[in-house]
């Protein structure tokens, strides 16, 4: 979604209503592993969101200039990277094993041999995922999140066909998204 590019091509930014907050608020309450606690730390009630407008339809919030989710046209909404990596357990994790690392910062989609190799690893089938659910990826070897990525398989169908692409990306450490400190 983010690829490396010479632009941002941002359009626009606007203040969002605060009506549009609160359904914004509840979506992510919805969507992430997250306390009502946590979410006003990152996103204090009284604080104004702004949406800043990309190409290809993409939405990025930001708090003080900061962004801090994105949402590409009505789907889910995605915490940054630099807000995972304040709050990592938002988001459910799985990990790469080291030979898909160069190809996830290259802005390829994981494939299922690199979640179910030696290094990889995907939550139990007790807490398994579904198709369709926004994950935080992380690498072997590396302490915090390199990239946020939406299921294509769910978690035991990518263990048990062990073929094809297993994890889209949306963004990756040293995309476009991840070069924008403030807007």
């Known amino acids: 979604m983010f690829k490396k590019s010479s632009s941002t091509d941002?359009?626009?930014?606007?203040?969002?209503?605060?009506s549009v907050q609160r359904s914004i608020r509840s979506a992510v309450l919805e969507q992430w592993k997250i306390e009502p606690e946590t979410l006003e730390a990152v996103w204090p009630k009284k604080e104004g969101l702004v949406l800043v407008k990309c190409r290809e339809h993409i939405s990025i919030y930001t708090i003080h200039g900061e962004p801090i989710f994105f949402q590409h046209f009505d789907g889910p909404i995605y915490p940054t990277l630099r807000l995972l990596h304040k709050y990592p357990y938002i988001l459910p994790m799985v990990r790469v094993d080291r030979g898909a690392i160069r190809f996830l910062l290259a802005g390829a989609h994981m494939m299922c041999p690199g979640f179910t190799s030696k290094g990889g690893y995907l939550p139990p089938a007790e807490e398994g995922l579904a198709a369709g659910v926004p994950v935080a990826?992380?690498?072997?070897?590396?302490?915090?999140?390199?990239?946020?990525?939406?299921?294509?398989?769910?978690?035991?169908?990518?263990?048990?066909?062990n073929k094809g692409v297993g994890v889209e990306i949306v963004t990756y450490v040293g995309?476009?998204?991840?070069?924008?400190?403030?807007?």
């Open 175 to 183: 995309d476009d998204l991840w070069a924008i400190q403030s807007l």
């Open 10 to 18: 941002i359009s626009g930014q606007t203040p969002v209503k605060s």
């Open 137 to 161: 990826i992380h690498a072997e070897g590396k302490e915090h999140a390199v990239g946020v990525g939406i299921t294509k398989l769910g978690t035991e169908e990518i263990k048990r066909v």
